[in-house]
């Protein structure tokens, strides 16, 4: 059977990586957050007090910057590793959600994730989540989903995935916080959140995670 790239993509928190992650399984590929590729590039920008609109400090600081996904048999995730350091809580925190998206809009560092993105996909064979999958990482993805939720079911999930690790944020700051990265991840020049002309609609707002699951597989699996 011929291996695909699947690509998907959409809003913030409408549930991407649960999905990518669970076809991924269910396909046997692998899985790529290229959101926690961001969020490292953050943190690593927040502790380093590095300031996104300084050219220097941003290659400086990407040349320094090696982002690693292990496998933890325990939690059966791939996990994120910044300059070797397990980041994969601290990456998820609210801190980090508040600048994401200003560091992400960097065209350097957009073009330093987009290569690193690009060389995991080489053998193909994998499902990647993210904003620009379809349209920029791989364009020529056999199969490109495009997710969307209504708000107030994507910020109550996002807030109960807080909750999980004991960040009890209150739900209009979630609200706001998505608005403000839908906002900036759709306008931003490099690379923005679209729909790809070829990508199929999946809107989850009222349907459940084995409906979504059984979407994508279907259409993937017609596409090998
Ligand atoms: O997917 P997640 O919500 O963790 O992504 C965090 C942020 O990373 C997004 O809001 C967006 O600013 C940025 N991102 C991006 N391009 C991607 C994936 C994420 O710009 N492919």
Redesign the pocket.
């Known amino acids: 059977m011929k291996k695909i790239i699947i690509a998907i993509d959409g809003y ?2 409408c549930g ?2 649960t999905t990518a992650k669970m076809v991924a399984s269910r396909l046997g590929y692998i899985y790529i ?4 590729m ?2 490292a590039v953050t943190l690593y920008f927040c502790d380093n007090h590095i300031s996104s609109t300084n050219p220097y400090q941003v290659s400086q600081a990407l040349a320094n910057i090696h982002i690693q996904f292990v496998h933890n048999p325990k939690t059966e995730k791939n996990e994120t590793y910044l300059n070797g350091l397990n980041v994969e809580e601290e990456i998820r925190k609210m801190y980090i959600s508040q600048k ?2 200003e560091v ?1 809009a960097v065209p350097e560092v957009r073009k330093a994730m987009v290569y690193l993105q690009q060389q995991m996909g080489k053998k193909r064979g994998l499902v990647m ?5 379809g349209t920029c ?1 791989f364009p020529d993805a056999e199969l490109k989903i495009f997710m969307t939720a209504d708000i107030m079911v994507r910020a109550q999930r996002r807030q109960e995935e807080l909750l999980e690790k004991n960040e009890l944020v209150d739900i209009e700051e979630i609200i706001k916080n998505l608005q403000m ?1 839908d906002h ?2 759709t306008t931003r020049k490099q690379n923005p959140l679209r729909m790809a002309d070829d990508a199929y609609l999946l809107d989850n707002t009222a349907i459940t995670i084995d409906e979504q699951i059984e979407f994508v597989i279907n259409l993937a699996n017609s596409r090998m």
């Open positions: 913030s928190a991407k990586s957050d290229s959101g926690a961001y969020r994401v998206s992400s989540d993210g904003r620009d999958i990482v990265r900036l991840d």
